[in-house]
């Protein structure tokens, strides 16, 4: 905000209208605070203006504080003195008037007002936990006072947003408006009818309704494996807990004190940098953001499989009609069967009423063949991952789908160049690689060729962003950027059994570590042969490709994973839980003793830094040869597209914690030991010897 101040105060009648005006969303940035308190004062000392209301312009109330500003060294102000003290204490009635988003210290003004009114369609939240810090005013003193403990308690730890309908039920909305209303208007009218009720309805006068002294360790006990080693859910619990045994200013002395304990810790640091690297993603350095985005309204699947059915259904989940085929009746009822099941299991669980399964369901049209979805605006091919399966595919929906449709690919790996090639309008085609399953996880590789245009680029980011998906771009490279920089950690937990590890220690690291699911555990569950079948591809092009004997060997005895009840690990019928097997273990001996390898014991943080650091110079080199970005798009990938701990920022954040030096000295050494496939990038050498972050890592221009 140049110049204009962020927040004004005008006369409207009686009513005087304090109004913040700091885009796009109102955070507390620099002056928006502090003009509210002067703008406040202003007011209460002028006998014309009665009563007050505060209200947001543009699209939203106010949405927290300015998170950019954590972490620097922000003045602090005691507590007494903070704007929501102030607004407390007005000795004219505040009017607090929401819509769009009143989170964070935005609803925490909103509590401290004397009243709330809000449009259905807001949304009122206290975030904070997400970014790794706790509410900071007040609000985990006075939301348990305006809603009881239990509802308090489950807002502030979870960080949702409620809806303001939601929001009225609970007691933090006062007035909930018709959609249509003028929100000033109403406001303003609200303020004359209650311009004379005293005292004021000041929350923080009101005592905490504790249904039962159970809730807080209830609370730690089932946030336990989600909110492993992490500090700021439990400072959540803490400061609620305060607020149920403190007065009110005790209280938020004791919120203060956790606040600054973690407003810079690395967690914080963290989530922070992940927030922002969500949004950067975006971003097409070399694409203008003006780039015309071609128009859609419906989208078509070729392929009914696990993938196909996924993606058909993040379009249903979005409210856009899709058509999908599949070779045979039978694999499209098939897939459609699965759909069905798939939905039937969310509602089950209930997260989906039976009304919106009905309503996703009849978004999605099976139809006989290509000459029914030659009218869609883009078709996305999802079918078996072989290129002289993909290629005849491309050519058809070449010849059959209307002029200005985008053929987008769902491959994996495979070369986005050769699919284009295959068709008339390459400018028009480009991947767009989901990840399983791909109506659950958000990240949407979105793969530039070299024929792909701007349009068809900017297009497959919208669409991706329009199915609720973090759309990142990649270049065509074998593997893209996601699974390319992913595929040295999967070749180094194999390589580490051969020295000696069991599946089921890597899978503890991995988990203690963060990650919801071992590696082991996840290919047991997403199939071995999958893996077997791509290795068999790349040691057919590339004899010197590593190849992985233990892990051949149990897909060759039949050991596909779950689905075959034993994998890496052993199952009990219709259980999921891995057991370690025996067998296994004599397998990983016999074939190590074959390869001659001397076998030895590793510490976790070993197994940890062999898998991880892999990666990371792999990402290195990727950066260098230009297909991604930044490297906070490759912290996006391994965000959404892996289940890296998002409390640790992803990949390269990680690293950073390490140091570049350190990382580099470790790959040199074990480049020494094993061989090139540690040698380390260049990039990467550059780093250390500059003393750059990885953060601050620069990609050479994009490269398709
Ligand atoms: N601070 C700084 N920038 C913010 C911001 C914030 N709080 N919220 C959004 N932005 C930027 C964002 O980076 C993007 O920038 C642009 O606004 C549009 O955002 C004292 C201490 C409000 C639901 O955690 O959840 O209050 O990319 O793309 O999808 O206790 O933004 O355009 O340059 O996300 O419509 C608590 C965080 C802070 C809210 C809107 N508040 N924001 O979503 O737009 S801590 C939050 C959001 C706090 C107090 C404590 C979302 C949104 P650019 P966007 P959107």
């Not at 006990?221 to 989600?226: D, F």
């Not at 791909?438 to 792909?452: G, I, T």
């Not at 077997?532 to 040691?539: H, V």
Request: glycine share 10%; hydrophobic share 40%; proline share 6%.
């Amino acid at each position: 905000m140049s110049g204009a101040t962020p927040v004004s105060l005008e006369r409207q009648g009686d009513v005087g209208v304090i109004t913040v005006n700091y885009p796009p969303v109102n955070a507390l940035g620099p002056g928006v605070a502090e003009g509210i308190k002067d703008r406040l004062a202003r007011a209460n000392i002028d006998p014309a203006i009665k009563a007050i209301v505060l209200i947001g312009a543009g699209r939203s109330f106010i949405a927290g504080a300015d998170i950019r500003g954590f972490g620097t060294n922000r003045q602090r102000l005691p507590l007494g003195q903070r704007v929501y003290d102030t607004l407390d204490a007005s000795s004219k009635p505040v009017i607090a008037a929401i819509h769009g988003y009143a989170l964070g210290g935005g609803l925490e003004i909103a509590l401290a007002c004397h009243y709330r009114m809000a449009l259905p369609s807001a949304k009122v939240g206290l975030p904070e936990v997400l970014i790794g810090i706790l509410p900071g005013g007040g609000g985990t003193q006075r939301l348990p006072r305006l809603i009881g403990a239990k509802a308090a308690l489950e807002m502030i730890v979870t960080g949702r947003h409620v809806p303001a309908t939601e929001a009225k039920r609970l007691g933090i909305i006062d007035e909930l408006l018709p959609e249509t209303a003028d929100l000033l208007e109403s406001a303003i009218a609200f303020a004359m009818r209650i311009v004379d009720v005293r005292p004021l309805p000041r929350v923080r006068n009101r005592s905490v309704r504790l249904e039962d002294r159970g809730i807080f360790e209830a609370m730690r006990k089932s946030i336990a494996r989600r909110a492993r080693n992490q500090k700021a859910p439990y400072a959540c619990i803490g400061a609620v807990e305060a607020a149920c045994a403190l007065p009110f200013d005790e209280g938020c002395q004791c919120e203060a004190n956790l606040f600054k304990e973690l407003e810079d810790s690395p967690e914080a640091r963290a989530l922070r940098y992940a927030f922002f690297i969500e949004r950067e993603v975006a971003r097409l350095p070399d694409i203008p953001a003006n780039t015309p985005v071609r128009d859609f309204s419906n989208a078509a699947v070729v392929g009914a499989g696990t993938m196909g059915g996924g993606i058909a259904m993040s379009f249903a989940d979005f409210g856009l009609p899709v058509k999908i085929i599949d070779a045979t009746p039978e694999a499209l009822e098939r897939g459609m069967q699965r759909i069905r099941d798939n939905y039937a299991t969310s509602v089950r669980r209930g997260s989906l009423s039976e009304d919106q399964m009905q309503r996703r369901l009849a978004r999605i049209e099976p139809v006989a063949g290509y000459e029914d979805i030659a009218d869609c605006d883009l078709v996305i091919e999802a079918v078996f991952e072989e290129m002289d399966v993909k290629k005849p595919v491309f050519a058809k929906l070449d010849e059959v789908m209307k002029p200005g449709a985008l053929l987008f690919s769902n491959t994996s790996a495979l070369d986005i160049d050769q699919l284009a090639e295959m068709t008339r309008r390459p400018k028009d085609v480009a991947g767009t690689h989901f990840f399983s399953p791909a109506n659950v996880m958000k990240l949407l590789e979105v793969v530039r060729s070299k024929h792909s245009s701007p349009e068809t680029l900017a297009t497959a980011m919208q669409m991706g962003r329009r199915i609720g998906k973090l759309s990142a771009m990649a270049g065509n490279t074998d593997g893209f950027v996601a699974n390319r920089s992913r595929a040295p950690f999967n070749t180094e937990m194999v390589i580490l059994l051969e020295e000696g590890c069991l599946p089921e220690q890597v899978d503890k690291v991995m988990v203690d570590f963060g990650y919801p699911m071992g590696p082991f555990a996840v290919g047991d569950l997403a199939g071995l042969d999958i893996g077997y079948a791509s290795r068999k591809r790349r040691a057919a092009e590339n004899p010197n490709f590593r190849k992985q004997p233990i892990a051949d060997r149990l897909v060759e005895m039949g050991r596909h994973g779950q689905k075959t009840g034993a994998g890496w690990y052993r199952y009990e019928k219709g259980d999921r839980t891995p057991h370690p097997d025996p067998e296994v273990a004599a397998i990983i001996k016999e074939v190590a003793t074959g390869l001659g390898i001397a076998q030895r014991t590793f510490t976790d943080e070993a197994v940890l830094r062999r898998l991880l650091f892999s990666s990371v110079n792999e990402a290195c080199k990727i950066l260098e040869e230009g297909k991604a970005y930044r490297p906070g798009d490759v912290d996006v990938m391994w965000l959404h597209g892996f289940g890296f701990p998002r409390y640790r920022g992803g990949l390269f954040f990680w690293a950073d914690t390490i140091g570049v030096r350190e990382v580099y000295n470790q790959i040199a050494a074990w480049h020494q030991q094993y061989g090139d496939r540690w040698a380390p990038s260049r990039l990467l050498r550059d780093l250390a010897e500059s003393g750059t972050s990885f953060r601050e890592a620069r990609a050479a221009p994009f490269a398709a």
